[in-house]
């Protein structure tokens, strides 16, 4: 119940693209979804987070659509760029208890030119 | 404003060896959480800790693994008699008071020879 299941493991997108990243989870007492997007060698960073009394968030190029009924969220990454190659995790935590954040597997991305 | 810093960055350690990591939150930020990932995998969580306070060890494994973040100084993570299967690498995020976004470091990787 506490899993963040990701898919796909990899994804292979031409420049200019759309690339679309999945997450569903089942614990349904998880109240904030954020978005981490890591390069080799580096951390985590927090690239865009939603919460679940919105239905879709953009920032950018990037655009979290969340579907509470169906317990899943994705990301859209508009317009990719090689620059945008990197790992992707989504996560999820309960605001109010420790807030840990349960991690899906992540990712692979890769924008060829 | 300097982000999470984490120290070492490479650590190698012999089996049966302690080690020790380090981890200095962002200016400001309180509360600190320890997560690991392995090859390929995402970030799993171990440790949040508070000033002087263990708030959530439910991730740490019951034997070898401690963690302490003191009044002054860093949080650190302490690994006792490390085996090959410690390898990985080792994030720690750091938030604000309340319900905030986490913000990671650079990680440390622990090479276990």
């Known amino acids: 119940q506490q899993q963040v299941k990701q898919s796909p493991q990899s994804l292979i997108v031409q420049k200019g693209g759309i690339s679309i990243i999945n997450c569903a989870y089942e614990n349904t007492a998880f109240d904030y979804f954020p978005w981490y997007q890591q390069f080799p060698g580096k951390g985590p960073a927090l690239l865009i987070a939603?919460?679940?009394?919105?239905s879709e968030k953009k920032e950018g190029r990037f655009t979290i659509s969340f579907n509470k009924s169906a317990k899943q969220f994705s990301l859209h990454i508009m317009d990719s760029q090689p620059g945008d190659s990197a790992t992707y995790f989504c996560?999820?935590?309960?605001?109010?208890?420790?807030?840990?954040?349960?991690f899906g597997k992540g990712t692979k991305l890769t924008v060829n030119p | 404003n300097a982000g999470v810093m984490q120290n070492p960055r490479h650590l190698v350690r012999r089996r049966g060896q302690e080690a020790r990591l380090r981890c200095s939150p962002m200016k400001g930020h309180s509360h600190v959480y320890w997560y690991r990932q392995l090859p390929e995998e995402g970030l799993k969580f171990m440790v949040y800790l508070q000033k002087e306070n263990i708030i959530d060890e439910s991730g740490m494994p019951k034997e070898r693994f401690s963690a302490e973040f003191p009044k002054e100084g860093p949080s650190i993570l302490r690994i006792q008699q490390v085996v090959r299967g410690d390898s990985a690498a080792y994030f720690c995020?750091?938030?604000?008071?309340?319900?905030?976004?986490?913000?990671f470091g650079p990680g440390t990787r622990l090479t276990v020879t």
């Open positions: 996560a999820a935590s309960i605001r109010g208890g420790s807030e840990k954040l349960v």
């Open positions: 939603i919460r679940p009394d919105v």
């Open positions: 995020a750091s938030s604000p008071a309340g319900p905030y976004e986490q913000y």
